[in-house]
């Protein structure tokens, strides 16, 4: 196990530099420069600018420079935001989104699997339609319309809860609404399945039976089946989440770091291009082999060495 | 547990047909939010307004742009100050002596002009804050700005030293400086940020003194009470303001809201005072009482490529200008209150004849079927050509530049006869394709620095950097340089509205619309100064 750890963090470190390697030269392979615009002023000052952020260095000289800083968690300047560095950025935004995203995922996991294991109890019942309606609801209405929808309806027209920003836990309820009900929607269709698959099998019958409590039943002992699919898209929908919060965090103005993200391409800012690349995937990564461990806790017949081949 | 799963799952239902609900009259719901009710701030008058974007910064020499200066320009103060006509009036400057040659500036600082901190506020902190701006080291996007002021240039391109831009501290409180050629909108430019003091003792013991609001020091009629990156940032009234009695506001609250929706959501719920206009709503909106336009200098247009077919010909040039139907884009496509331009120079520039320069210099391009058939025609018999040579439109990607230039190919198509193509670019890719000359005819846009239309017409010298059309025409620059030392206002005016002549029937260029400020704003908000060219002004606002 911990032979198997260590080589998948090593992996993982592998994985990361061949990210900020490709994302580095494609980023400066992209025309456009993070000192022009639309309005350019006079080359000296432009030179002073470039001289500035060192983009008059050969390319190789800067991804050296850059490659060196990195090792030692140092991102950088930002260009467009020149009083602070790129960590500064990620220090500040990442504890919003990672707030954000946190709570989307438990709401969304808990309110999925319960649905989905009511709609397999009353399979074909009215409450089961209800569900998967439901489900099918969330599952085709983008994000970003359901923001739109939320606020319209709850913050302007009811005044329930405040339109935008995130201050205060009522701030939270509607980004995370509106993030967290796609996720919610393919879970609970996802337990269902394979919950109603779960309770055909003989040895729920046995248990049955033997007259052990359906809620135990369910929670014990068939739940921990019916949820090895849940867990096998976590991993797809941990980064579906990571994603929408870009979409969500403009739309709500929540100060995560998702702007960075999406802005910095825009702007070519070179340094936080860079910085969120990284950061985002080396958290990604390391949440794919948290979600592997996970599946091997659940499932003891899965062992974790013996996918060493497969990798 | 069953019964509880279940009234969660009803409690999911319900809120699923409260969205479709939604759905159905989103659409109706502006008119019915537009009742705002007053503000409860608690007897305080506390103006809250968005400000889209973290500032850049509030080092007065760097953050070159609206999200900062807009800000900055109420936390701090110069020489001169715009007033509600736009025209510079004396701020920290209590007198103004110009020399009878027009290039030396005696400025004397008011007595009970202070900082934040409580200390008075020195000519030497001027001469600090505007070497700041020039040394190259500072890299200052702005510092061009500064060439006027002698030594200036050589300064900041590395060539001279700080000790000999010639920004003089005689004593405490006077400043003297001197220009290159007499400049007319001298006490118009230093009212921009740039041109601020910098409290010395502050800026040398900490150079990042404006990242933070703890360290901020300021002159203005506001002082940074907080400021909590990326989410807010909040002003107070800066007691130590030398016209502290004529602000009326207690304070100013300013969030970072970069999305017009939601902008105009947290508008309609009560939560802003302004709002820009999102663009969906403004045919809509332009009727609300709460809607205020005005001018802004700048202007939307298309330049020609003049070294690529069929552009090197100046009468196909014309014929394509004349095509266009300034009207009906801003009327029937754009729908926000702009004028149309029939030139290049925007509204709003007095000359010393007391009328509009726009006005003055006349509708020099005006949509004329007749006349841009019969120009491309003429045009294409000088050339020799049968058939015209390929057209392509470039424009950065956005969907009002789509419109627009999807509008321009029918315009084209109805009245020329002509198909050209249309070809939307990334936006960073286009800015650096469009300086490169790659583009046949691409979308621009030019913003004023200062207010003088020298400053639009000088993009058009020959080796500006605003250029991007490879023309050149040796006798609009000599107009140009002439009208920059002109000593004469009303031979310089003439000359101005020459080259503006002389730029539109050359046509490097065509003019769509010039560009406006669209707002909405509360009832009961007022005072609030938006100039054509400048930054927003709380000083005098008030709210009721």
Known sequence: ??????????????????????????????????????????????????????LDQPLYIQYFDYMKSLAT????????????????????????????????????????????????????????????????????????????????QLAVTWDIFPPATWKSPMHMVLPVLALATGPMAIIARLTRSSMLEVLTQDYIKMARAKG???????????????????????????????????????????????????????????????????????????????????????DPRIKLHKKEGDV | MKKWLVLFLMAMMAFVLAACTASQDAGEEPAEGEEGTAAETGGEKILRLNNAQEPTSFDPSIGFDAVSWNALNNLMEGLTRLDENSQPVEATAESIDISEDGKTYTFKIREDANWSN?????????V???????????????????????????????????????????????????????????????TNPNFFPIHEATATENPEWHTEAESFVGNGPFKLASWSHDEEFVFEKNEEYWDAAN?????????????????????????????????????????????????????????YNVEEEPFTNKKVRQAFAF?????????????????????????????????????????????????????????????????????????STSDTHQIIAETLQDQFKQTLGV????????????????????????????????????????????????NRTQWSNPEFDQLIADAKTETDSQVRWEKLIEAEKLLMDEMPIFPIHFYNQVQLQKEGVSGVLRHPVGYLDLKNADKQ
């Open chain 2, 128 to 190: 600090f804050g505007w070497r700041h701006m020039l040394d190259p080291e500072t890299a200052s996007p702005a510092a061009f700005l500064g060439y006027f002021i002698e030594g200036a240039e050589a300064y900041n391109t590395g060539e001279g030293s700080a000790e000999d831009v010639k920004v003089v501290a005689e004593d405490d409180k006077t400043l003297v400086v001197t220009l290159t050629a007499p400049t007319e909108a001298f006490l118009n430019i230093i």
């Open chain 1, 73 to 152: 968690f140092d991102f950088g300047p930002s260009i467009k935001d020149p009083n602070r560095t790129v960590n500064e950025l990620l220090e500040r935004g990442f504890p919003i989104s990672f707030e954000l995203g946190i709570i989307t995922i438990i709401i969304a996991v808990l309110s999925g699997v319960l649905l989905g294991i009511l709609a397999a109890l009353r399979h074909n019942k009215l409450l089961d339609y209800g569900a998967m309606a439901f489900a099918v609801i969330g599952i085709s209405i983008p994000n970003f319309v359901m923001a739109t929808l939320l606020i319209q």
């Open chain 2, 247 to 303: 602000v009326k506001l207690d304070g100013v609250h300013w969030a970072m809201v970069n999305d017009t929706n939601t902008e105009y959501q947290m508008y309609q719920a009560d939560e802003l005072d302004v709002s820009s206009v999102p663009a969906e709503l403004s045919e809509d909106l332009m009727e609300s009482p709460e809607i205020s336009i005005l001018d802004q200098a700048g202007t939307y247009f298309y330049r």
């Open chain 2, 419 to 466: 198909d050209v193509k249309l070809q939307s670019v990334e936006s960073a890719v286009f800015a650096e394709e469009q300086s490169a000359f790659e583009y046949q005819a691409s979308r621009s846009s030019f913003l004023h620095d200062y207010a003088d239309p020298v400053n639009a017409l000088e993009s058009f010298i020959t080796g500006s950097s605003m």
């Open chain 1, 1 to 54: 196990m911990g032979r198997y750890i260590l080589k998948r963090f090593l992996m993982m470190l592998m994985t990361i530099f061949i990210i900020a390697t490709l994302t580095f030269f494609l980023m400066h392979a992209v025309p456009g420069s993070p000192l022009e615009t639309e309005r350019t002023t006079n080359e000296t000052i432009q030179a002073n600018l470039e001289k500035f952020y060192k």
């Open chain 2, 118 to 126: 409580g200390e008075t506020v020195k000519a030497s902190d001027f």
């Open chain 1, 212 to 298: 052990i409590k359906p809620v135990r039943i369910v929670f014990r002992h068939a739940l921990r089946n019916a949820m090895m699919p849940v867990v096998t898209i976590m991993g797809t929908l941990l980064a579906g989440i990571l994603t929408g919060t870009f979409v969500i965090e403009k739309i709500f103005a929540i100060p995560g770091m998702g702007k960075y993200f999406v802005d910095s391409i825009n702007n070519r800012d070179y340094p936080v291009i860079m910085g969120t690349t990284v950061f985002y995937s080396a958290f990604l990564i390391f949440m794919l082999f948290l979600v592997d461990i996970v599946y091997g806790i659940l």
């Open chain 2, 323 to 395: 095509a266009v139907n300034q009207e009906d884009i801003v009327q029937y496509v754009t729908k926000n209150g702009e004028k149309p331009a029939h030139g290049f120079t925007s509204y709003g520039f007095e000359g010393p004849d007391g009328n509009d320069f726009r006005d003055t210099a006349g509708d020099l391009v005006k949509f004329d079927a007749e006349k841009a058939k019969q120009l491309l025609e003429e045009g294409m018999q000088e050339e020799g050509w049968e058939t015209l040579p390929e057209v392509t439109l470039t424009f």
